[in-house]
Nanobody, 118 residues
């Protein structure tokens, strides 16, 4: 059974930092592309960052220079380091694992709440 479990969310003041983790099981982690999405109240889910199986990374313009996505294949875990957080970063953050070329192998975590507020 495939599981993606996010952790690391919480309440942080503007300018602060958080690191989200996405621990996976039931997949061959190293062959999956990993991504983080977020969904704020009343808004559509949006792609925040992607880390491919190799070194490829991409970021939404709104988080470039502040967020870093990375992965540890030995731990089957993906991370999102979030610095200089802003109130507009407040959202539920979701981890996604997608096997390239296979629409059936597309998995999601349950989400973790990030709230940026003073």
């Amino acid at each position: 059974q495939v599981q993606l479990v996010e952790s690391g969310g919480g309440l942080v003041q503007p300018g602060g930092s958080l690191r989200l983790s996405c621990a996976t099981s039931g997949i061959v982690f190293s062959i999956y592309d990993m991504a983080w999405y977020r969904q704020a109240p009343g808004k559509q889910r949006e792609l925040v960052a992607t880390r491919g199986r190799g070194a490829f990374t991409s970021y939404a313009d709104s988080v470039k220079g502040r967020f870093t996505i990375f992965r540890d294949n030995a731990k089957n875990t993906a991370y999102l380091q979030m610095n200089s957080l802003k109130p507009e970063d407040t959202a539920v953050y979701y981890c996604n694992a997608r096997r390239p070329g296979s629409s059936a192998n597309d998995y999601w975590g349950q989400g973790t709440q990030v709230t940026v507020s003073s």
